[in-house]
């Protein structure tokens, strides 16, 4: 499937690196996520777009910077990042109101 | 007290056996509600929707019991490809995206 691609799949980073990560939908929706999955825990929702404005910032803390230059596009930068960071970094996107969430197959990230 | 709280598990059943799942959620005003299933380093995809007069798909039957505030997921004839994470979904109010609140997920694992 490749409704919702996200690059890199992996992608391990020294603290004192600055890189980003890019989710792309090809599903015509209008709003995207960007959720973090730790291990052993729920995801947890990290921002939203809705028609390419934030609509949730959920106290994340600013080393992650959210864009979105379209609807279909949406990135995630990271700088100076804490090894507690590392985790599955999954994108979504959907289309309304109450329906479905289609996720991309997330960027592992390892921070050393 | 967490919005959605699941069993993790890991249920360990045979072949052909039929188990069930339950998911407690805390919004008495949520609207919608989905069952996801996740893989192993995957992302998570939709199971099914789950409808307030239950619905079926399948081995696969939801439940919403909305007077107890929990929902179900009853999988029959399990097969070894049913193993897997079920997470469980809720989304508390309608709005212009959906804010999903996800369980940590319910292990599951099939055995020959």
């Known amino acids: 499937e490749t409704g919702v691609t996200q690059t890199p799949r992996h992608l391990v980073m020294g603290m004192t690196n600055k890189k980003s990560l890019k989710c792309e939908q090809h599903?015509?929706?209008?709003?995207m996520y960007w959720y973090k999955q730790s291990a052993k825990k729920p995801l947890e929702l990290m921002f939203v777009?809705?028609?390419?404005?934030?609509?949730e910032n959920n106290s994340v803390p600013s080393r992650f910077s959210p864009e979105c230059p379209n609807s279909s596009h949406l990135f995630l930068h990271l700088h100076t990042l804490q090894p507690e960071d590392s985790a599955l970094y999954l994108c979504?996107?959907?289309?309304?109101?109450?329906?479905?969430?289609?996720f991309g197959p997330g960027t592992r990230l390892t921070v050393l | 007290r967490k919005e959605v709280e699941q069993d993790p598990g890991p249920f360990n059943v045979p072949e052909g056996a039929t188990v069930a799942f339950n998911c407690t959620y805390s919004n008495s005003a949520s609207q919608s509600f989905f069952w996801y299933r996740q893989d192993c380093r995957k992302e998570p995809k939709l199971l099914m929707s789950?409808?307030?007069s239950g619905n079926e798909d399948g081995r696969f039957t939801a439940q919403l019991n909305r007077a107890s505030q929990y929902i179900s997921l009853l999988i029959r004839d399990s097969k070894l490809s049913d193993s897997a994470t079920y997470l469980c979904?809720?989304?508390?109010?309608?709005?212009?995206?959906?804010?999903?609140?996800f369980g940590s997920g319910t292990k599951l694992n099939v055995k020959p």
């Open positions: 789950v409808y307030s």
């Open positions: 777009y809705s028609l390419e404005e934030r609509v």
């Open positions: 979904v809720v989304n508390p109010v309608f709005a212009n995206f959906n804010k999903f609140y």
């Open positions: 599903l015509g929706h209008n709003a």
């Open positions: 979504a996107s959907s289309q309304g109101q109450g329906v479905l969430q289609y």
